[in-house]
């Protein structure tokens, strides 16, 4: 029998166990070999040495997720005892996890994963960054809380937030009111993320006197953008000429980051994506750095990571078939050349 003692010190009890034990429970069910009593800031786990070792092993990987996060969803304790190796990518592995900045209700606004740790890095020491993963994985958000942080430190004098404005599957022409009311919509998750760190009125001033402009990325042809963080979101619904031209805008003070997902390009068949071009083409280039982000990475509803592995694997199995088609054909023409010779 081994018995272990562990101090929780400085947390809160329900925060970390859950309302009615509810987290500890799932300790509880998961290891049944021990026996796990909490006593104050003092946790006894009691039975076979391999099994206390795991739940202590367990144990302390809630509470560090708790101290760097100050929060332990639910969800979040039982991915972690189902053993998800992805989980290990929510944590700062060592590294320091400091604040961007802090949101307008106070809330510390940090990266959640080591790829956005990661993208913050290169955003540190590059000027322009690429930033490319799935839905919900925090690119847009991470990026514009560095923007704002620059603002409030003065690094810069201006925010620019740009998209493409790409139909998604749906007409833009049918969308109601002016050009900017049918513009809006696209740009909306841009002014969701200023919303959670800029105060309301701090904001409306920002957008007024156009320190803060969101628009269009039609709208940057024929300008320099100087003394500014640029963000290009949905980079991925760029054509070549977009990018480049788009590229080409920055002055001797800006820095910019472009974030995409090459796996959902909403442009027209026949058109192909200039982003993974721009990658491959510029990313050698000093001063220029990339970070991918992966599903590891996703933060919002558990569910989303499982659908992105789905659509992946799905991808994947298109991509083997495609090119076995094409090995077969090309396998049937080199015979019927024979055939020919033959004749």
């Known amino acids: 029998m081994s018995e ?44 076979e040495k391999k099994f206390t070792q795991k739940a202590k092993d367990r144990l302390e990987l809630m509470v560090r997720l708790l101290r760097e ?57 590059n000027d322009v960054v690429f930033a490319v993963g799935p839905a919900g994985t925090g690119k847009t958000y991470t990026a514009v809380a560095l923007a704002v942080r620059a603002l409030k430190n003065k690094v810069v004098k201006k925010i620019i937030l740009t998209r493409p404005a790409v139909e998604a599957g749906e007409n833009l022409g049918f969308l109601p009111g002016d050009l900017k009311e049918k513009i809006d919509p696209y740009l909306r998750p841009l002014y969701d993320a200023l919303d959670d760190m800029i105060p309301p009125e701090k904001l409306a001033q920002f957008m007024d006197t156009r320190v803060i402009e969101i628009a269009p990325l039609a709208y940057m042809r024929g300008r320099t953008l100087d003394n500014a963080f640029i963000i290009l979101d949905e980079a991925q619904n760029c054509s070549t000429a977009q990018i480049k031209m788009f590229l080409t805008r920055l002055g001797p003070t800006a820095n910019c980051i472009i974030t995409g997902d090459l796996s959902q390009v909403d442009l027209p068949y026949h058109q192909k994506s200039g982003l993974r071009r721009a990658i491959d083409l510029l990313s050698p280039i000093d001063g220029i750095g990339v970070v991918r982000l992966s599903a590891d990475d996703v933060v919002r ?5 499982d659908i992105i592995r789905a659509y992946e694997k799905e991808d994947e199995w298109q991509r083997q078939r495609a090119h076995q088609r094409t090995e077969e054909e090309g396998g049937e023409r080199k015979e019927g050349e024979r055939e020919g010779e033959k004749v």
Not at 17 to 23: D, L, M, V
Not at 82 to 99: I, V
């Open 69 to 125: 996060h100050k929060e332990l969803q639910l969800q979040t304790v039982k991915d972690l005892l189902q053993g998800e190796n992805p989980f290990e990518s929510k944590l700062g592995n060592g590294h320091s996890n400091k604040t961007i900045l802090h949101g307008r209700d106070g809330r510390q606004i940090k990266a959640k994963t080591v790829n956005q740790q990661k993208m913050i890095a290169i955003a540190e020491a």
């Open 301 to 305: 509803h558990r569910l989303v990571k």
């Open 4 to 47: 272990i003692i562990l101090q929780v010190d400085g947390l809160d009890p329900v925060a970390l166990f859950g309302e009615k034990n509810s987290k500890l429970n799932l300790l509880r069910e998961a290891i049944p070999e021990v026996v796990i009593t909490s006593r104050g800031n003092n946790v006894k786990i009691s039975g």
